[in-house]
């Protein structure tokens, strides 16, 4: 197998998926402004430090969803993907899978964004494996829980050799911003920095990775 490994928030996407969902239930008045941003926005600050618990902003994140129907939360995201995330979608995110597909190589996005957020993205990015923090689901209800392991830092590498299941990589690539992924892109064969934050610059540079611009 030769696998391509993508991260979603800022680098298939200009912006982060989580924290625009969150953003996106302030702006549709659907839940409490103040307290939902104060939250919303600390969870990301966390994140960019690369010191975010992934259950606790994960459980703040699926409360909305337990209060809601399947049906409902759907067009809700539909929403979201129209209002929010199409216009952040980066054609050189579109461009790269496309090189990885046309090379008949696997392809999997990887996220700690959860699954009910971010597997819509994926697939309109044309990417169907989907490894991600999921939202537990009880008799068709979301429980509000984490079901399993977190899709976050070292978890990710824990969550990809599920995936694999004991089939063999003879060569891979994978694509991230941030220096929470760096575990991700030690793995690969061929890291590639997506307009990386300063600290995953520094060490990309350090380690002669290849860094890319996605921005324009």
């Known amino acids: 197998m030769k696998l391509a490994l993508f991260d979603l928030d800022h680098t298939l996407l200009n912006t982060d998926s989580d924290h625009s969902w969150g953003e996106f239930l302030v702006n549709e008045r659907l839940v409490d402004p103040v307290h939902h941003r104060a939250m919303n926005d600390k969870f990301y600050e966390d994140y960019k430090a690369g010191q975010l618990d992934p259950i606790a902003y994960n459980e703040f994140v699926f409360e909305f969803l337990t209060q809601h129907d399947h049906t409902y939360l759907t067009e809700l995201h539909q929403l979201f993907m129209h209002k929010v995330i199409r216009p952040q979608m980066r054609p050189a995110g579109f461009a790269a899978i496309q090189k990885h597909q046309d090379l008949g190589h696997a392809i999997v996005g990887i996220t700690a964004t959860s699954d ?39 978890g990710k590498l824990a969550r990809l050799d599920q995936w694999l299941n004991g089939r063999e990589v003879n060569e891979s690539w994978a694509y991230s911003d941030s220096i929470n992924d760096r575990f991700l892109l030690e793995y690969a064969d061929h890291a590639i920095a997506v307009n990386p934050d300063d600290r995953l610059e520094v060490l990309a540079k350090e380690l002669n990775w290849d860094i890319q611009d996605w921005s324009i």
């Not at 044309?126 to 399993?148: C, P, R, S």
């Open 116 to 154: 009910f957020i971010t597997a819509p993205i994926f697939r309109e990015f044309g990417i169907t494996e989907i490894i991600a923090t999921n939202a537990e689901v009880q008799d068709g209800k979301y429980t509000g829980k984490v079901a399993g392991l977190a899709c976050y830092q070292k």
